[in-house]
Protein backbone atom coordinates (compact mmCIF):
# COMPACT_ATOMS: atom_id res chain seq x y z
CA UNK A 1 0.00 0.00 0.00
CA UNK A 2 2.77 2.69 0.10
CA UNK A 3 3.59 2.40 -2.79
CA UNK A 4 0.18 3.81 -3.68
CA UNK A 5 0.06 6.64 -1.22
CA UNK A 6 -0.16 8.72 -3.78
CA UNK A 7 -2.86 7.34 -5.59
CA UNK A 8 -5.01 9.57 -8.49
CA UNK A 9 -7.91 7.24 -9.37
CA UNK A 10 -10.31 7.61 -12.41
CA UNK A 11 -13.34 5.79 -12.55
CA UNK A 12 -14.29 5.90 -15.97
CA UNK A 13 -18.35 5.99 -15.86
CA UNK A 14 -19.08 4.27 -18.91
CA UNK A 15 -20.43 0.59 -18.76
CA UNK A 16 -21.38 1.33 -14.91
CA UNK A 17 -24.67 1.60 -13.64
CA UNK A 18 -25.41 4.52 -12.58
CA UNK A 19 -26.27 4.19 -9.06
CA UNK A 20 -23.30 1.91 -8.75
CA UNK A 21 -20.83 4.56 -10.20
CA UNK A 22 -22.31 7.06 -7.66
CA UNK A 23 -22.04 4.23 -4.71
CA UNK A 24 -18.57 3.79 -6.09
CA UNK A 25 -17.65 7.39 -6.28
CA UNK A 26 -18.97 7.79 -2.20
CA UNK A 27 -17.30 4.67 -1.31
CA UNK A 28 -13.47 6.34 -3.02
CA UNK A 29 -14.48 9.76 -1.27
CA UNK A 30 -14.98 8.37 2.09
CA UNK A 31 -12.05 6.09 2.11
CA UNK A 32 -10.26 9.28 1.10
CA UNK A 33 -8.57 8.09 -1.88
CA UNK A 34 -7.44 10.97 -4.71
CA UNK A 35 -10.70 10.91 -7.03
CA UNK A 36 -9.92 12.33 -10.68
CA UNK A 37 -13.23 13.85 -12.09
CA UNK A 38 -12.25 14.01 -15.46
CA UNK A 39 -9.17 11.97 -17.15
CA UNK A 40 -5.76 14.13 -16.77
CA UNK A 41 -2.50 13.00 -17.03
CA UNK A 42 -1.98 12.64 -12.91
CA UNK A 43 -4.21 9.88 -13.29
CA UNK A 44 -2.13 7.13 -11.58
CA UNK A 45 -5.27 4.19 -11.41
CA UNK A 46 -8.12 3.99 -14.34
CA UNK A 47 -10.41 1.73 -13.39
CA UNK A 48 -13.11 0.44 -15.87
CA UNK A 49 -15.56 -1.88 -16.96
CA UNK A 50 -14.24 -2.09 -20.64
CA UNK A 51 -12.34 -5.09 -21.63
CA UNK A 52 -9.86 -3.94 -23.74
CA UNK A 53 -7.12 -1.19 -23.93
CA UNK A 54 -8.12 -0.23 -27.58
CA UNK A 55 -12.14 0.27 -26.38
CA UNK A 56 -10.10 2.65 -23.16
CA UNK A 57 -7.95 4.64 -25.57
CA UNK A 58 -11.37 5.41 -28.14
CA UNK A 59 -13.45 6.45 -25.20
CA UNK A 60 -10.34 8.59 -23.91
CA UNK A 61 -9.79 9.83 -27.68
CA UNK A 62 -5.95 9.51 -26.75
CA UNK A 63 -3.55 7.22 -28.49
CA UNK A 64 -1.81 5.42 -25.69
CA UNK A 65 -2.16 5.71 -21.87
CA UNK A 66 1.38 7.87 -19.94
CA UNK A 67 3.52 5.36 -18.61
CA UNK A 68 2.45 5.48 -14.77
CA UNK A 69 -0.84 4.90 -15.27
CA UNK A 70 -2.43 2.08 -15.04
CA UNK A 71 -5.40 0.51 -16.73
CA UNK A 72 -7.97 -1.66 -14.25
CA UNK A 73 -10.48 -3.93 -13.75
CA UNK A 74 -13.32 -2.83 -11.35
CA UNK A 75 -12.23 -5.36 -8.80
CA UNK A 76 -9.03 -3.98 -7.91
CA UNK A 77 -11.57 -0.88 -6.59
CA UNK A 78 -13.48 -3.36 -4.81
CA UNK A 79 -10.80 -4.74 -3.63
CA UNK A 80 -8.79 -1.12 -2.28
CA UNK A 81 -12.68 -0.41 -0.77
CA UNK A 82 -12.49 -3.61 1.37
CA UNK A 83 -9.02 -2.87 2.26
CA UNK A 84 -9.63 1.13 2.95
CA UNK A 85 -6.79 2.55 0.39
CA UNK A 86 -5.27 1.51 -2.73
CA UNK A 87 -4.07 -1.52 -2.92
CA UNK A 88 -0.96 -3.55 -4.76
CA UNK A 89 -2.07 -3.95 -8.17
CA UNK A 90 -2.23 -7.83 -9.15
CA UNK A 91 -1.91 -9.58 -12.60
CA UNK A 92 -6.11 -10.40 -11.84
CA UNK A 93 -6.39 -6.70 -11.63
CA UNK A 94 -5.41 -5.84 -15.30
CA UNK A 95 -7.08 -5.63 -18.22
CA UNK A 96 -4.95 -8.19 -20.59
CA UNK A 97 -2.60 -6.15 -23.13
CA UNK A 98 -3.34 -9.21 -25.40
CA UNK A 99 -3.72 -8.80 -29.37
CA UNK A 100 -6.69 -6.36 -28.52
CA UNK A 101 -3.97 -3.70 -28.48
CA UNK A 102 -5.05 -0.77 -30.56
CA UNK A 103 -3.28 -0.60 -33.29
CA UNK A 104 -1.73 3.05 -33.50
CA UNK A 105 -1.81 3.54 -36.72
CA UNK A 106 -6.18 3.14 -37.10
CA UNK A 107 -6.57 5.33 -33.83
CA UNK A 108 -6.71 8.90 -35.22
CA UNK A 109 -9.56 7.70 -38.06
CA UNK A 110 -11.52 5.94 -35.87
CA UNK A 111 -11.02 8.60 -32.43
CA UNK A 112 -12.29 11.24 -34.63
CA UNK A 113 -15.15 9.66 -35.41
CA UNK A 114 -18.17 12.22 -35.04
CA UNK A 115 -20.25 9.35 -32.90
CA UNK A 116 -18.63 6.13 -32.42
CA UNK A 117 -20.77 3.42 -32.93
CA UNK A 118 -21.55 1.73 -29.61
CA UNK A 119 -21.08 -1.70 -29.45
CA UNK A 120 -24.36 -3.52 -28.42
CA UNK A 121 -27.30 -2.93 -30.70
CA UNK A 122 -29.08 -2.35 -27.14
CA UNK A 123 -26.85 1.21 -26.59
CA UNK A 124 -28.45 2.16 -30.04
CA UNK A 125 -31.66 3.23 -31.30
CA UNK A 126 -32.99 1.24 -34.04
CA UNK A 127 -36.12 2.32 -35.85
CA UNK A 128 -38.35 0.19 -37.91
CA UNK A 129 -37.69 2.75 -41.27
CA UNK A 130 -34.09 3.50 -41.72
CA UNK A 131 -31.55 4.92 -44.42
CA UNK A 132 -29.77 1.17 -45.33
CA UNK A 133 -32.64 -1.20 -46.36
CA UNK A 134 -30.74 -2.36 -49.23
CA UNK A 135 -27.70 -3.25 -47.42
CA UNK A 136 -30.24 -4.83 -44.76
CA UNK A 137 -31.74 -7.29 -46.98
CA UNK A 138 -28.97 -8.29 -48.56
CA UNK A 139 -26.67 -9.23 -44.94
CA UNK A 140 -30.09 -10.72 -43.51
CA UNK A 141 -30.31 -13.08 -46.25
CA UNK A 142 -27.45 -14.38 -45.78
CA UNK A 143 -28.34 -14.47 -42.19
CA UNK A 144 -31.17 -16.51 -42.90
CA UNK A 145 -29.39 -18.74 -45.18
CA UNK A 146 -26.51 -19.96 -42.46
CA UNK A 147 -29.90 -20.31 -40.22
CA UNK A 148 -30.92 -22.75 -42.75
CA UNK A 149 -28.07 -24.47 -43.04
CA UNK A 150 -28.13 -25.42 -39.17
CA UNK A 151 -24.07 -26.87 -38.79
CA UNK A 152 -22.45 -25.69 -35.54
CA UNK A 153 -20.61 -23.00 -37.16
CA UNK A 154 -23.70 -21.22 -38.92
CA UNK A 155 -25.45 -20.52 -36.07
CA UNK A 156 -22.56 -18.31 -34.91
CA UNK A 157 -22.10 -17.12 -38.75
CA UNK A 158 -26.33 -15.95 -38.82
CA UNK A 159 -25.57 -14.00 -35.51
CA UNK A 160 -22.63 -12.31 -37.48
CA UNK A 161 -24.76 -11.52 -40.68
CA UNK A 162 -27.50 -9.90 -38.55
CA UNK A 163 -25.65 -8.22 -35.96
CA UNK A 164 -23.86 -6.33 -39.17
CA UNK A 165 -27.26 -5.79 -40.31
CA UNK A 166 -28.32 -4.11 -37.06
CA UNK A 167 -25.46 -1.42 -37.28
CA UNK A 168 -26.94 -0.57 -40.69
CA UNK A 169 -30.33 -0.13 -39.20
CA UNK A 170 -29.04 2.39 -37.35
CA UNK A 171 -27.04 4.58 -39.00
CA UNK A 172 -29.04 7.86 -39.46
CA UNK A 173 -27.49 8.16 -42.91
CA UNK A 174 -27.25 5.90 -46.04
CA UNK A 175 -24.17 3.70 -46.03
CA UNK A 176 -21.94 5.50 -49.02
CA UNK A 177 -18.96 4.34 -48.18
CA UNK A 178 -17.83 1.21 -45.91
CA UNK A 179 -15.14 3.42 -44.14
CA UNK A 180 -18.32 5.23 -42.29
CA UNK A 181 -18.13 2.01 -40.67
CA UNK A 182 -14.72 2.06 -39.00
CA UNK A 183 -14.55 1.11 -35.38
CA UNK A 184 -17.86 -0.76 -35.52
CA UNK A 185 -17.18 -4.17 -33.75
CA UNK A 186 -19.61 -5.92 -35.97
CA UNK A 187 -17.69 -5.39 -39.52
CA UNK A 188 -15.71 -7.49 -40.24
CA UNK A 189 -13.70 -8.32 -43.58
CA UNK A 190 -16.53 -10.40 -44.99
CA UNK A 191 -18.93 -8.21 -44.06
CA UNK A 192 -17.54 -5.43 -45.86
CA UNK A 193 -16.52 -7.13 -49.34
CA UNK A 194 -20.53 -7.48 -49.50
CA UNK A 195 -21.32 -4.00 -48.91
CA UNK A 196 -18.43 -2.59 -50.63
CA UNK A 197 -19.69 -4.79 -53.96
CA UNK A 198 -23.36 -3.54 -53.31
CA UNK A 199 -22.24 -0.22 -53.22
CA UNK A 200 -19.49 -0.65 -56.38
CA UNK A 201 -22.18 -2.68 -58.56
CA UNK A 202 -25.96 -2.17 -56.59
CA UNK A 203 -25.72 -6.41 -55.55
CA UNK A 204 -23.58 -8.90 -54.37
CA UNK A 205 -22.73 -11.53 -56.04
CA UNK A 206 -22.78 -13.86 -52.81
CA UNK A 207 -25.64 -12.76 -52.07
CA UNK A 208 -27.40 -13.28 -55.61
CA UNK A 209 -26.02 -16.35 -55.58
CA UNK A 210 -28.12 -17.36 -52.44
CA UNK A 211 -31.01 -15.71 -53.44
CA UNK A 212 -30.88 -18.02 -56.40
CA UNK A 213 -30.29 -21.04 -55.04
CA UNK A 214 -32.93 -23.58 -55.32
CA UNK A 215 -32.55 -25.45 -51.76
CA UNK A 216 -32.38 -21.76 -49.98
CA UNK A 217 -36.06 -20.95 -52.20
CA UNK A 218 -37.62 -24.03 -50.86
CA UNK A 219 -36.33 -23.80 -47.45
CA UNK A 220 -37.59 -19.97 -47.47
CA UNK A 221 -41.34 -21.02 -49.38
CA UNK A 222 -41.18 -24.35 -46.52
CA UNK A 223 -40.22 -22.88 -43.17
CA UNK A 224 -43.17 -20.50 -43.41
CA UNK A 225 -45.49 -22.84 -42.38
CA UNK A 226 -46.98 -22.57 -38.93
CA UNK A 227 -45.24 -25.66 -36.82
CA UNK A 228 -42.65 -26.32 -39.83
CA UNK A 229 -38.92 -25.36 -38.54
CA UNK A 230 -35.61 -26.29 -40.85
CA UNK A 231 -36.08 -29.94 -39.84
CA UNK A 232 -39.29 -30.08 -41.06
CA UNK A 233 -38.59 -28.09 -44.37
CA UNK A 234 -35.54 -30.22 -45.02
CA UNK A 235 -37.38 -33.95 -44.82
CA UNK A 236 -40.22 -32.27 -47.41
CA UNK A 237 -37.09 -31.04 -49.28
CA UNK A 238 -35.84 -34.45 -49.23
CA UNK A 239 -38.97 -36.55 -50.05
CA UNK A 240 -38.70 -34.08 -53.64
CA UNK A 241 -41.78 -31.53 -52.64
CA UNK A 242 -40.81 -28.07 -52.88
CA UNK A 243 -44.30 -25.94 -52.42
CA UNK A 244 -46.57 -25.87 -49.88
CA UNK A 245 -49.29 -26.93 -52.43
CA UNK A 246 -47.41 -30.55 -53.07
CA UNK A 247 -46.92 -31.14 -49.34
CA UNK A 248 -50.18 -30.60 -48.37
CA UNK A 249 -51.08 -33.04 -50.90
CA UNK A 250 -48.78 -35.85 -49.73
CA UNK A 251 -48.49 -34.70 -46.38
CA UNK A 252 -50.35 -36.88 -44.46
CA UNK A 253 -48.80 -37.20 -40.69
CA UNK A 254 -47.46 -33.93 -38.37
CA UNK A 255 -48.96 -32.90 -34.89
CA UNK A 256 -51.73 -30.32 -34.66
CA UNK A 257 -49.65 -27.07 -35.50
CA UNK A 258 -48.71 -28.98 -38.97
CA UNK A 259 -51.69 -30.03 -39.99
CA UNK A 260 -53.59 -26.59 -39.22
CA UNK A 261 -50.21 -24.66 -40.31
CA UNK A 262 -50.72 -26.45 -43.61
CA UNK A 263 -54.76 -26.54 -43.94
CA UNK A 264 -54.28 -22.65 -43.34
CA UNK A 265 -51.74 -21.66 -44.73
CA UNK A 266 -53.02 -19.14 -47.22
CA UNK A 267 -54.84 -17.57 -44.29
CA UNK A 268 -51.94 -17.06 -42.03
CA UNK A 269 -49.58 -16.27 -45.14
CA UNK A 270 -51.97 -13.02 -45.42
CA UNK A 271 -50.42 -10.76 -42.58
CA UNK A 272 -52.52 -9.70 -39.57
CA UNK A 273 -53.04 -6.10 -39.69
CA UNK A 274 -52.46 -3.14 -36.69
CA UNK A 275 -56.54 -2.80 -37.17
CA UNK A 276 -57.20 -6.53 -36.92
CA UNK A 277 -54.89 -6.57 -33.83
CA UNK A 278 -56.01 -3.68 -31.79
CA UNK A 279 -59.80 -5.04 -32.61
CA UNK A 280 -58.63 -7.88 -31.03
CA UNK A 281 -56.93 -6.38 -28.41
CA UNK A 282 -60.47 -4.73 -27.37
CA UNK A 283 -62.38 -7.53 -27.72
CA UNK A 284 -59.63 -9.87 -25.33
CA UNK A 285 -59.75 -6.55 -23.10
CA UNK A 286 -63.47 -6.52 -22.66
CA UNK A 287 -63.54 -10.14 -21.92
CA UNK A 288 -60.94 -10.72 -19.82
CA UNK A 289 -62.05 -7.57 -17.71
CA UNK A 290 -65.42 -9.62 -17.36
CA UNK A 291 -63.97 -12.27 -15.79
CA UNK A 292 -60.96 -10.69 -13.55
CA UNK A 293 -61.23 -7.18 -12.39
CA UNK A 294 -58.07 -5.61 -12.91
CA UNK A 295 -56.26 -7.06 -14.90
CA UNK A 296 -53.78 -5.75 -17.44
CA UNK A 297 -53.62 -6.90 -21.35
CA UNK A 298 -51.14 -5.58 -23.28
CA UNK A 299 -50.58 -5.88 -27.36
CA UNK A 300 -46.64 -6.57 -27.68
CA UNK A 301 -44.44 -8.28 -30.49
CA UNK A 302 -44.08 -6.57 -33.70
CA UNK A 303 -47.14 -4.40 -33.06
CA UNK A 304 -45.40 -2.48 -30.12
CA UNK A 305 -42.79 -1.04 -31.87
CA UNK A 306 -44.72 -0.28 -34.53
CA UNK A 307 -44.91 -2.47 -37.46
CA UNK A 308 -48.08 -2.12 -39.01
CA UNK A 309 -48.27 -5.75 -40.00
CA UNK A 310 -46.91 -8.95 -38.53
CA UNK A 311 -47.42 -13.15 -38.70
CA UNK A 312 -49.44 -12.98 -35.00
CA UNK A 313 -50.85 -10.95 -32.28
CA UNK A 314 -48.99 -10.97 -29.17
CA UNK A 315 -50.68 -10.59 -25.85
CA UNK A 316 -49.41 -10.41 -22.34
CA UNK A 317 -51.49 -10.33 -19.30
CA UNK A 318 -50.62 -9.94 -15.65
CA UNK A 319 -52.59 -9.17 -12.65
CA UNK A 320 -50.96 -6.21 -9.87
CA UNK A 321 -52.46 -8.69 -7.30
CA UNK A 322 -50.03 -11.63 -6.35
CA UNK A 323 -52.01 -14.86 -7.19
CA UNK A 324 -54.83 -12.94 -8.71
CA UNK A 325 -53.55 -14.56 -12.22
CA UNK A 326 -54.24 -18.36 -11.29
CA UNK A 327 -56.62 -20.11 -13.41
CA UNK A 328 -57.48 -16.88 -15.48
CA UNK A 329 -55.98 -17.74 -18.79
CA UNK A 330 -58.21 -21.48 -18.90
CA UNK A 331 -61.07 -18.78 -17.58
CA UNK A 332 -60.74 -16.92 -20.95
CA UNK A 333 -59.97 -19.71 -23.36
CA UNK A 334 -63.00 -20.99 -22.32
CA UNK A 335 -65.05 -18.12 -22.50
CA UNK A 336 -63.08 -17.76 -26.48
CA UNK A 337 -64.38 -21.78 -26.80
CA UNK A 338 -67.96 -20.83 -25.81
CA UNK A 339 -68.57 -18.05 -28.47
CA UNK A 340 -66.30 -20.47 -30.71
CA UNK A 341 -63.53 -18.39 -31.96
CA UNK A 342 -60.74 -20.81 -31.23
CA UNK A 343 -59.65 -23.37 -33.99
CA UNK A 344 -56.87 -24.77 -32.49
CA UNK A 345 -54.23 -24.43 -29.39
CA UNK A 346 -52.39 -25.77 -26.69
CA UNK A 347 -51.72 -24.30 -23.58
CA UNK A 348 -48.90 -24.92 -21.09
CA UNK A 349 -48.87 -24.48 -17.11
CA UNK A 350 -45.95 -22.28 -15.78
CA UNK A 351 -42.65 -24.47 -15.53
CA UNK A 352 -40.85 -21.63 -13.75
CA UNK A 353 -38.99 -21.95 -10.68
CA UNK A 354 -36.33 -19.96 -9.01
CA UNK A 355 -33.57 -22.67 -10.50
CA UNK A 356 -34.33 -22.23 -14.08
CA UNK A 357 -32.74 -18.80 -14.13
CA UNK A 358 -29.27 -20.16 -13.27
CA UNK A 359 -29.79 -22.67 -15.28
CA UNK A 360 -31.30 -20.97 -18.61
CA UNK A 361 -28.48 -18.67 -18.88
CA UNK A 362 -26.30 -21.33 -19.29
CA UNK A 363 -28.30 -21.89 -22.74
CA UNK A 364 -27.15 -19.85 -25.53
CA UNK A 365 -29.33 -20.78 -28.65
CA UNK A 366 -32.82 -20.98 -26.89
CA UNK A 367 -32.18 -17.94 -25.48
CA UNK A 368 -36.14 -17.75 -26.73
CA UNK A 369 -37.44 -19.97 -24.38
CA UNK A 370 -39.77 -18.79 -21.09
CA UNK A 371 -41.81 -20.73 -18.62
CA UNK A 372 -44.72 -18.75 -18.36
CA UNK A 373 -47.83 -20.22 -18.85
CA UNK A 374 -49.49 -19.50 -22.28
CA UNK A 375 -51.51 -20.56 -25.23
CA UNK A 376 -49.92 -20.47 -28.99
CA UNK A 377 -52.86 -21.00 -31.22
CA UNK A 378 -55.13 -19.87 -34.05
CA UNK A 379 -58.47 -18.23 -33.65
CA UNK A 380 -60.79 -18.08 -36.02
CA UNK A 381 -60.82 -14.35 -36.58
CA UNK A 382 -64.70 -12.90 -37.96
CA UNK A 383 -63.95 -11.17 -41.09
CA UNK A 384 -65.77 -8.05 -39.71
CA UNK A 385 -63.02 -7.36 -37.08
CA UNK A 386 -60.88 -7.12 -40.30
CA UNK A 387 -62.47 -3.10 -40.63
CA UNK A 388 -63.52 -0.75 -38.01
CA UNK A 389 -65.50 -1.68 -35.83
CA UNK A 390 -67.87 -0.26 -33.04
CA UNK A 391 -67.08 -1.42 -29.44
CA UNK A 392 -70.95 -2.57 -29.63
CA UNK A 393 -70.69 -4.94 -32.26
CA UNK A 394 -67.49 -6.03 -31.35
CA UNK A 395 -68.25 -7.33 -27.73
CA UNK A 396 -71.64 -8.92 -29.22
CA UNK A 397 -74.33 -9.53 -26.97
CA UNK A 398 -74.29 -8.77 -23.80
CA UNK A 399 -75.38 -11.70 -22.14
CA UNK A 400 -73.85 -13.95 -24.00
CA UNK A 401 -70.95 -13.73 -22.01
CA UNK A 402 -71.16 -16.79 -19.51
CA UNK A 403 -69.26 -16.84 -16.45
CA UNK A 404 -67.23 -20.12 -16.30
CA UNK A 405 -64.85 -21.34 -14.28
CA UNK A 406 -61.50 -23.57 -14.41
CA UNK A 407 -63.43 -26.65 -12.73
CA UNK A 408 -65.58 -26.48 -16.54
CA UNK A 409 -62.03 -28.09 -18.06
CA UNK A 410 -60.76 -31.18 -18.06
CA UNK A 411 -57.00 -30.60 -16.26
CA UNK A 412 -55.91 -34.30 -16.53
CA UNK A 413 -53.45 -33.21 -18.96
CA UNK A 414 -52.96 -29.86 -18.23
CA UNK A 415 -49.53 -29.88 -20.12
CA UNK A 416 -50.45 -30.98 -23.21
CA UNK A 417 -53.93 -29.43 -23.35
CA UNK A 418 -55.41 -28.56 -26.49
CA UNK A 419 -58.69 -26.21 -27.68
CA UNK A 420 -59.99 -27.62 -30.96
CA UNK A 421 -62.60 -29.03 -33.11
CA UNK A 422 -62.79 -32.63 -32.87
CA UNK A 423 -64.96 -33.74 -35.82
CA UNK A 424 -63.61 -32.23 -38.96
CA UNK A 425 -59.86 -32.14 -40.21
CA UNK A 426 -58.56 -28.99 -40.70
CA UNK A 427 -58.64 -29.00 -44.47
CA UNK A 428 -62.33 -29.57 -44.27
CA UNK A 429 -62.64 -27.02 -41.81
CA UNK A 430 -60.50 -24.60 -44.22
CA UNK A 431 -62.98 -25.62 -47.02
CA UNK A 432 -65.95 -24.77 -45.79
CA UNK A 433 -67.78 -21.63 -46.00
CA UNK A 434 -66.53 -19.15 -43.60
CA UNK A 435 -67.23 -16.37 -42.15
CA UNK A 436 -63.47 -16.19 -40.44
CA UNK A 437 -60.28 -15.59 -41.72
CA UNK A 438 -57.51 -18.04 -39.16
CA UNK A 439 -55.06 -15.67 -36.98
CA UNK A 440 -52.29 -16.79 -35.05
CA UNK A 441 -52.26 -15.88 -31.47
CA UNK A 442 -49.82 -15.98 -28.26
CA UNK A 443 -51.22 -15.49 -25.06
CA UNK A 444 -49.26 -14.95 -22.13
CA UNK A 445 -49.77 -14.61 -18.51
CA UNK A 446 -46.95 -13.47 -16.23
CA UNK A 447 -46.62 -13.22 -12.59
CA UNK A 448 -46.89 -9.34 -11.72
CA UNK A 449 -43.11 -9.45 -10.07
CA UNK A 450 -41.65 -10.48 -13.52
CA UNK A 451 -43.90 -8.28 -15.62
CA UNK A 452 -41.55 -5.84 -17.01
CA UNK A 453 -38.57 -8.54 -18.19
CA UNK A 454 -41.38 -10.33 -19.75
CA UNK A 455 -42.85 -7.03 -21.37
CA UNK A 456 -38.96 -6.04 -22.40
CA UNK A 457 -38.86 -9.89 -24.11
CA UNK A 458 -42.13 -10.16 -25.54
CA UNK A 459 -41.56 -7.04 -27.03
CA UNK A 460 -38.22 -7.83 -28.44
CA UNK A 461 -37.31 -7.59 -31.44
CA UNK A 462 -35.53 -11.26 -31.15
CA UNK A 463 -32.16 -9.77 -31.94
CA UNK A 464 -33.13 -6.77 -29.17
CA UNK A 465 -33.56 -9.92 -27.14
CA UNK A 466 -30.34 -11.45 -27.93
CA UNK A 467 -28.24 -8.75 -27.72
CA UNK A 468 -29.50 -6.91 -24.12
CA UNK A 469 -28.89 -10.50 -22.70
CA UNK A 470 -25.47 -10.99 -23.98
CA UNK A 471 -24.46 -7.44 -23.07
CA UNK A 472 -26.07 -7.91 -19.54
CA UNK A 473 -24.08 -11.49 -19.11
CA UNK A 474 -20.29 -10.07 -20.26
CA UNK A 475 -20.82 -6.50 -18.71
CA UNK A 476 -22.16 -7.17 -15.20
CA UNK A 477 -22.13 -11.25 -15.65
CA UNK A 478 -26.09 -10.74 -14.85
CA UNK A 479 -28.52 -13.66 -16.62
CA UNK A 480 -31.05 -11.90 -18.57
CA UNK A 481 -34.58 -13.72 -19.80
CA UNK A 482 -38.16 -12.38 -19.62
CA UNK A 483 -38.63 -13.62 -16.02
CA UNK A 484 -35.87 -11.09 -14.47
CA UNK A 485 -32.50 -10.29 -14.14
CA UNK A 486 -30.07 -11.99 -12.16
CA UNK A 487 -26.80 -11.02 -10.58
CA UNK A 488 -25.22 -14.67 -11.17
CA UNK A 489 -22.11 -14.16 -8.67
CA UNK A 490 -24.40 -13.01 -5.93
CA UNK A 491 -26.80 -15.33 -7.06
CA UNK A 492 -29.88 -12.90 -6.49
CA UNK A 493 -32.72 -11.23 -8.64
CA UNK A 494 -32.79 -7.56 -9.51
CA UNK A 495 -36.20 -6.95 -9.61
CA UNK A 496 -37.59 -4.20 -11.72
CA UNK A 497 -40.78 -1.85 -11.63
CA UNK A 498 -40.47 -0.47 -14.98
CA UNK A 499 -38.54 -1.07 -17.87
CA UNK A 500 -37.32 2.17 -17.79
CA UNK A 501 -35.86 0.73 -14.88
CA UNK A 502 -34.33 -2.29 -16.40
CA UNK A 503 -32.50 0.05 -18.41
CA UNK A 504 -30.83 1.88 -15.48
CA UNK A 505 -29.69 -0.81 -13.63
CA UNK A 506 -28.27 -2.16 -17.11
CA UNK A 507 -26.60 1.25 -17.41
CA UNK A 508 -28.29 1.51 -21.08
CA UNK A 509 -30.11 4.23 -22.16
CA UNK A 510 -33.34 3.71 -22.32
CA UNK A 511 -35.26 2.96 -25.85
CA UNK A 512 -38.67 3.11 -25.88
CA UNK A 513 -40.54 -0.19 -28.43
CA UNK A 514 -39.97 1.75 -31.62
CA UNK A 515 -36.05 1.86 -31.43
CA UNK A 516 -35.79 -1.68 -30.59
CA UNK A 517 -36.13 -2.99 -34.16
CA UNK A 518 -32.70 -4.28 -34.34
N1 LIG B 1 -40.68 -14.40 -27.94
C1 LIG B 1 -40.32 -14.99 -26.76
N2 LIG B 1 -40.59 -16.31 -26.54
C2 LIG B 1 -41.24 -17.04 -27.47
C3 LIG B 1 -41.64 -16.45 -28.67
C4 LIG B 1 -41.36 -15.11 -28.87
O1 LIG B 1 -39.73 -14.33 -25.91
N3 LIG B 1 -41.49 -18.32 -27.22
C5 LIG B 1 -40.38 -12.97 -28.15
C6 LIG B 1 -39.59 -12.76 -29.42
O2 LIG B 1 -38.24 -12.66 -29.14
C7 LIG B 1 -40.12 -11.46 -29.90
C8 LIG B 1 -41.51 -11.33 -29.30
O3 LIG B 1 -41.58 -12.31 -28.28
O4 LIG B 1 -39.34 -10.43 -29.43
C9 LIG B 1 -42.58 -11.57 -30.31
O5 LIG B 1 -42.33 -12.75 -31.01
P1 LIG B 1 -42.88 -13.00 -32.48
O6 LIG B 1 -44.35 -12.90 -32.49
O7 LIG B 1 -42.29 -14.27 -32.96
O8 LIG B 1 -42.17 -11.87 -33.34
P2 LIG B 1 -42.61 -10.38 -33.67
O9 LIG B 1 -41.44 -9.54 -33.39
O10 LIG B 1 -43.88 -10.02 -33.00
O11 LIG B 1 -42.79 -10.45 -35.24
P3 LIG B 1 -44.19 -10.56 -36.03
O12 LIG B 1 -44.65 -9.15 -36.17
O13 LIG B 1 -43.86 -11.17 -37.34
O14 LIG B 1 -45.11 -11.40 -35.22
MN1 LIG C 1 -45.59 -11.29 -33.12
MN1 LIG D 1 -45.61 -14.48 -31.36
Redesign the pocket.
Known sequence: MEASKKAVVYIMPQKIQKQRYKDMMKAALKHKFIVAEIFKSNVTHVVTEYETVAQVLKVLKIAALPQHTNLLKVNWFIDSVKARGPVQIQDKHRIPQGDEQVDHKDLPESASLPTPIPEYACQRSTPLKHYNAKFCEALELLQDYAEMREADDDYMRALAWRRASCVLKSLKFPLTSVAQLKGAKDIGKHVEQVLQSILDHGTSDEVEKVRNNPWYQKMKILTKVFGAGTKTAQEWIDKGWSSVAEVKENQTKGDWRLRFGLAFHEDLMELVTRLEADNFTKFIKHQSENLLSGVSVEL????KRG?TK???I?LLFTHPSKGKESGFLLRLLSVLESKNLILCGKWNKSTYTEEVMYSDSKRTRNN???HFEKWIGIIKFPKKWQREISEEELFGEEGENVSLTSESYDESEPAMKKFKSEELSPRDIAAQTRSWIARRV?LIMVPYDQYFYALV??????QF?RDIRTYAKRTHNYAMT?HGLYDLKERKALPAKSEKEIFDILGVPYFPPEERNC
Do not use: I, M, P
Open positions: CGGFKGHDDQLDDGWTGSKNS
